[in-house]
């Protein structure tokens, strides 16, 4: 199917049924496929317009998959759509370079894995969720040059893996996480010091 057909489809769809979350996702995903087709052909005016299209339609899915969980509170597919809507928005937020947006995103999908947590507690693969969301917002910290809090969000990592492994002990995949997430931390230790040694020396 053309962009061009994908697109009338969908806004027949939308007319009949603007609240139509799944249509708006797919308005969405169109406008991002002729965002990089403009890239590609240097239309850098169309690519800048699509990608406001784009982003017009996923937040207005996102704002009402907001007034659902907020009408149903208890209702937990909701909420974990919701989560699924803040990712992919701040995904592509972040993409955009407008992090702030993007972190905005990012720690309301980590509230969301906390309150899995807090009411299923001893559920490993809620801890799970909880620290792979701390992955982007440290990722976003390091690409900002902010060292410490990305430090924070990896000593927060560590805490939930450590609760994963009192759980089962025996748990391999949390073990080689934290491997990893301990390594990664030396790393960025080391770096933070080189480059507050380098500014040291040029003032």
């Known amino acids: 199917m053309s962009y061009k057909k994908a697109l009338t489809v ?3 769809i ?3 049924a603007p609240d139509d979350i799944n249509a708006l996702h797919e308005m969405g995903d169109v ?3 002729l965002q990089y087709l403009a890239y590609e052909e240097g239309d850098l005016e169309r690519r800048r317009e699509c ?3 784009k982003m017009g339609y996923y937040e207005k899915a996102l704002e009402i998959q907001e007034k659902i969980v907020e009408s149903n509170r208890d209702d937990v597919k909701a909420l974990r759509d919701l989560q699924i809507a803040y990712k992919r928005l701040s995904c592509r937020l972040k993409a955009g370079d407008d992090f702030k947006k993007a972190r905005e995103y990012f720690v309301k999908s980590v509230d969301i894995s906390a309150w899995f947590v807090e009411h299923k507690p001893g559920d490993a693969a809620a801890l799970y969720d909880l620290c792979a969301d701390y992955t982007p917002l440290r990722a976003l910290s390091i690409e900002e040059g902010n060292f410490k809090e990305a430090r924070e969000y990896y000593e927060k990592q560590i805490e939930v893996l450590e609760k994963i492994l009192r759980l089962d002990p025996d748990d391999h995949e949390a073990l080689g996480i934290l491997e990893k997430v301990r390594a990664e931390l030396g790393a960025l230790s080391k770096e933070e010091w080189a480059i ?5 020396y040029f003032i």
């Open 51 to 53: 990608y406001e299209k």
């Open 14 to 16: 939308l007319d009949h």
């Open 196 to 200: 507050v040694q380098t500014r040291d």
């Open 31 to 33: 406008y991002e496929q």
């Open 10 to 12: 969908q806004k027949k």
